[in-house]
């Protein structure tokens, strides 16, 4: 239901504007600061912070079902959400392999890295200059597809 109304001679009124998505300067200047924010590269002397991720449940939590255990992983990440995120990008994704279960299916999200109930993120060293963003120690185990065919 539209709350547009048409008074006096006015020309009708659709409820939409002339406007394109992402055309203004604000919506590009926003698109470039959300893709240099995603991307790896740092900026030269921006500061990132170093977390541990940490695993909360036991090796043997039956939660560990829909990802393999990978231990204890330290990254150098902008916020402790975005550690999570590092993470889990080192594991491998259905994406960049042959075994995708749709076309444009990604595993991304269903990493252990990015389950509270499996991990904690737990900041060690905050505002640190000269680092890279990604893994700086531990394994992230690539075997995290299974294959169906031999």
Known sequence: MSNVTRTG???????????????????????????KLASSDVSAGEPLNVYALVPTAGP???????????GEVVVA?????????VAAARELDFMEVD??????????????????????????????????????AGTVSVATIKPTQV
Request: charged share 20%; no cysteine.
């Open 99 to 136: 075994a995708a279960p749709a076309e444009g299916v990604t595993t991304a999200h269903a990493s252990a890295f990015r389950s509270d109930k499996l991990y904690t993120v737990v900041e060690i060293e905050h505002g640190r200059t000269g680092l890279q963003r990604g893994l700086l």
């Open 60 to 70: 043997d939590d039956p939660r560990w079902n829909n990802s393999p255990y990978q």
């Open 9 to 35: 001679g006015a020309s009708r009124n659709s409820g939409t504007s002339a406007t394109t998505f992402g055309s203004s300067q604000e919506s590009q200047a926003q698109q470039e600061d959300a893709a």
């Open 77 to 85: 990440a902008r916020t402790a959400g975005d550690a999570r995120i």
